[in-house]
């Protein structure tokens, strides 16, 4: 699209009526762009369209010439996208980019694709035109569904594995207490170690849970005062004498869905404290905002990650220390980058050993007023 606008700044301004002929510059620039282009004059009708619209629509442009744009989407959306294009050349400032929407294609054959289109107003020398760009959905829509399947796939499969786990580890317990007295110390310890694996499956069972579920919460949106939120964070976690929890400057109120902040939060908090090496440390957490966005900083005094790893900690089920040493199921990370996403930011980590300390920073972005 920022080729098509760039050619379209440089392209003689002889826009003229009726319609725009086959050899006209502009015809040549969205001709040679992959997306479905569709350029649409002062009154809603189609002037012309490239060969990527062809395709998808099944049209040739020749016979759509003149047709309204509300031709390419199906008759129950006929109404929305008129009143979008109406509002656009009536409203947007030459130039002005509108956002993406998605409503309901109708090809040629009259089948119907989930499609999410776009508008670029321009004028030319007087005369308002659009040029609409247009992306088939449906690739990205089965993606979701997949995504989807595979998450509730994963809730059931650990759901339902935990029963026969909990019958294992009992079986486990009473053939110790069977044993017991008359069972060689080889015996013993491989009771001990089965139970332990049993206890560690049954934690990455629940991770496997919390994880494909992380970011579908229905929270409702809110106005959240992030120092109070560190605050409730800090209460719940009790660090160890010692530890200090504190934020940085003056924390702002944010609207979005508080839960899954708090989620994200608590777990690089936690995290901090988890791996610290010393009996004293400081975790610190600031933020700031900047159009409609907040970028949150989690810093701590511990041993550092080495940058070998920063990608490794993000995947779900990976530690970085020996799982006997400490109970962690690996999925924590995971889980805060999932959210992260969900809410439209990324995060990354920046630690570089034998320096000390590591900073999370992501990005939250802030539900509409």
């Known amino acids: 699209m920022d080729l098509a606008r760039e050619s379209l700044g440089k392209m003689p301004r002889s826009y003229g009526r009726p319609g725009i002929s086959e ?9 040679v762009l992959p997306i479905a282009l569709v350029l649409i004059g002062a009154e809603g009708q189609i002037e012309t369209m490239n060969r990527a619209a062809e395709r998808m629509f099944g049209h040739d442009r020749r016979e759509m010439q003149g047709e309204l744009l509300e031709s390419l989407v199906a008759e129950r959306c006929r109404a929305v996208c008129a009143d979008w294009r ?13 956002e993406g929407k998605r409503l309901s294609g109708l090809r040629g054959d009259g089948s119907e694709f989930p499609m999410e289109i776009r508008f670029d107003q321009f004028d030319l020398d007087g005369t308002p035109i659009l ?23 994963a809730y059931a499969a650990s759901h339902d594995l935990k029963a026969p ?13 069977d044993i017991g007295p008359t069972a060689d110390p080889e015996t013993v310890e491989n009771l001990r170690l089965l139970l332990a694996r049993v206890s560690r499956l049954e934690m990455l ?30 209460a719940t976690l009790a660090p160890p004498p010692g530890f200090v929890i504190a934020y940085e400057g003056a924390l702002p109120r944010i609207r979005t869905q508080r ?40 810093s701590d005094d511990g041993p550092g990650i080495l940058p070998r790893f920063h990608d490794r900690i993000f995947v779900i089920f990976q530690t970085l220390v020996n799982r006997d040493e400490t109970e962690a199921a690996g999925v924590g990370l995971a889980v805060v980058r999932k959210s992260v ?23 939250w972005k802030e539900a509409a007023a």
């Not at 109406?86 to 509108?98: I, M, S």
Request: proline share 4%; with cysteine.
């Open 23 to 31: 050899d006209h510059q502009l015809c040549h620039v969205i001709e």
């Open 86 to 98: 109406r509002q656009l050349q009536g409203v947007a400032a030459p130039g002005e980019p509108d």
């Open 131 to 153: 040029l609409t760009s247009i992306v088939d959905g449906t690739e990205r829509l089965e993606l979701e569904r997949s995504n989807a399947d595979l998450e509730e796939l």
């Open 165 to 177: 786990m909990r019958a294992i580890a009992h079986l486990a317990q009473w053939i110790g207490e």
């Open 205 to 234: 069972l629940d991770a496997v849970l919390v994880y494909s579920r992380a970011g579908h919460t229905q929270a409702p949106v809110e106005d959240v005062d992030v120092a109070e939120l560190v605050r409730e964070v800090a």
């Open 259 to 298: 839960m899954p902040l708090q989620v994200v939060l608590t777990n690089l908090i936690d995290n901090a404290l988890k791996h610290h090496d010393r009996a004293e440390g400081r975790i610190t957490i600031g933020t700031r905002r900047a159009d409609g966005v907040a970028e949150f900083r989690v």
């Open 341 to 363: 996403r969900r809410h439209g930011g990324e995060i990354r980590v920046e630690s570089a050993p034998p320096a000390r300390g590591t900073s999370f920073t992501f990005t």
